[in-house]
Every structure is written in structure tokens, then in C-alpha cells.
């Protein structure tokens, strides 16, 4: 039985920064895969909410698409720590690809992480205008 750490405001991961190798697609638009990575650097350990376990990052991406080209992001994201495990966030932000010259988008995602240990979580992404399944590392 998992133990929640939610109410616990530090209790969770301390990095600076994730990055995450991952697979992509866009279920929400025209079809397209690919890969990619992300990298979120840690802004703040305690959050925007004080006692409970949330914590604050600014992410920026990068993505090859089959029907796209490239695309890259920059968000914000807000992290919430459940369990020793599990984990969810929410990521708003702005995306720019290269498919017929260049186009600006907004961006947004929420997620949820399986952590493996301290330093590793399968994370999966769903979001607009890519959705991803990737590996976090922790550093």
C-alpha cells in the first residue's frame, strides 16, 4: 500500500534537472511520430502552494516529427508529488515548428510519472501538439 505524500511539502525528488527522452506522436492533429527530448530545470522545490507536495520547473523540448519537421516548446510545469511513486503535472506553454515555415502555437500538456527510484520515472505526456511516452532522468 502506497504511503501519500501529498500533505508532505518536500517529500519528494530533489534535482535541478529532468530530462527526458521520449517517443512522440500528435493524436489531436494530422498524423505524425517521431522523438525527441525535453529537459525541465527545477525553479522552485516548494511550489506555489505552501504544505502541500508541489514543485515548479520551466521545460523547453524538442521534437522531430515525421509529418512536421521540428518543433520546439517552452512551459512551465507544476508538479504534484502523490506517493514515493507516483507523480502528476500540468504544463503550459508555447510550441514552434518548422512545417511550412514557421508557426507559432500554444502548447499545453498534463502527465503523470511511475518512478522506479530516485532518480527514474516512465513519464507520459498527453497534450497539444504533441503527446510523448518517455524515460525522466533525474540529476
Not at 52 to 74: E, K, M, Q
Amino acid at each position: 500500500m502506497a504511503e501519500s505524500t501529498i500533505k508532505s511539502d518536500m517529500d519528494h525528488p530533489l534535482y535541478s534537472l529532468e530530462l527526458e527522452p521520449h517517443i512522440t506522436g500528435t493524436p489531436f492533429q494530422e498524423g505524425g511520430i517521431g522523438g525527441g527530448l525535453a529537459g525541465t530545470f527545477v525553479i522552485k522545490d516548494d511550489g506555489f502552494i505552501g504544505r502541500l507536495n508541489d514543485s515548479i520547473g520551466v521545460g523547453f523540448g524538442a521534437n522531430w516529427l515525421s509529418n512536421r519537421d521540428f518543433l520546439f516548446s517552452a512551459a512551465m510545469q507544476w508538479n504534484f508529488w502523490f506517493t514515493e511513486h507516483w507523480s502528476a503535472f500540468g504544463e503550459p506553454g508555447l510550441a514552434i515548428d518548422t512545417h511550412d515555415g514557421t508557426n507559432f502555437w500554444p502548447a499545453f500538456g498534463a502527465g503523470g510519472r511511475y518512478a522506479f527510484s530516485h532518480s527514474t520515472a516512465l513519464t507520459l505526456r498527453l497534450g497539444f501538439p504533441v503527446s510523448s511516452l518517455g524515460l525522466s532522468l533525474f540529476f
